[in-house]
């Protein structure tokens, strides 16, 4: 059974910061694996995706990397703003065919202090 | 377009009661998923339609909970009797096969 760990649960860093968010991943035949941003009281917005062929995915100032082999992901923030303060979830898609169940960790909860 | 619709956006409701929530999927989107998420577990899946039909309710929790989907633009996720232990934010989200899921506001149920 697929398991998905997200190590540390919160993270207080100061504007300006690069930072990094860990995702580890038990098993290691994966589809994708995606990153997405929570806001209080909101749903779920997907940030990057990236597919299992990939070791990586940019989007401004967000650089996800993919290590399938040792079950890894890391979401690199840049230069960090208030605004990304938010809970980070990583999910990853089963490679059976058919599969669209995502399985997700518990998240990183990151506050970004001006 | 408007994204992914939930109604309602919160819930209260006395142990025993009937609860329906509803979704409306992103139109051209043939996969619809419910998930329910607690800080205990986190954010789960419950149940996934393709076209309309159930494809896998493994995570449904017990006979309690049923979920339907009869047309392409509609979907309701229905607790009967409910319990306290159901409190949770229950979200809908919706994609096609090689995309990303766009997830719903959720409804925020809370069981008295």
């Known amino acids: 059974k697929q398991e998905v760990t997200q190590i540390p649960a919160a993270l207080s860093v100061p504007e300006g910061e690069n930072l990094v968010l860990n995702c580890s991943f038990t098993d290691s035949a994966i589809y994708n694996l995606q990153w997405f941003r929570q806001d209080p009281g909101k749903g779920l917005t997907s940030l990057l995706l990236?597919?299992?062929?990939?070791r990586e995915q940019t989007s401004g100032r967000l650089n996800a990397s993919l290590d399938k082999s040792s079950g890894r992901s890391t979401l690199y923030i840049a230069a960090s703003q208030p605004g990304d303060s938010a809970t980070y979830l990583c999910a990853v898609r089963p490679s059976i065919q058919g599969a669209q169940k995502l399985v997700f960790g518990q998240g990183t909860r990151l506050t970004i202090n001006p | 377009d408007a994204g992914v619709i939930q109604s309602p956006r919160h819930e209260v409701t006395e142990m025993g009661q009937e609860v329906t929530l509803r979704c409306k999927p992103i139109s051209g989107h043939d996969y619809l998923f419910w998930y329910r998420q607690t800080m205990m577990r986190g954010l789960e899946l419950l149940i996934y339609?393709?076209?309309?039909?159930?494809?896998?309710d493994s995570g449904m929790p017990e006979d309690r909970f049923s979920a339907k989907m009869p047309n392409a633009s509609f979907s309701t996720l229905k607790i009967q009797p409910s319990e306290p232990r159901d409190s949770a934010v229950y979200f809908c989200?919706?994609?096609?096969?090689?995309?990303?899921?766009?997830f719903g506001p959720g409804t925020r149920l809370t069981v008295l």
């Open positions: 339609f393709n076209n309309n039909v159930p494809i896998d």
């Open positions: 990236i597919q299992s062929s990939q």
């Open positions: 989200a919706s994609s096609r096969w090689t995309d990303t899921q766009y």
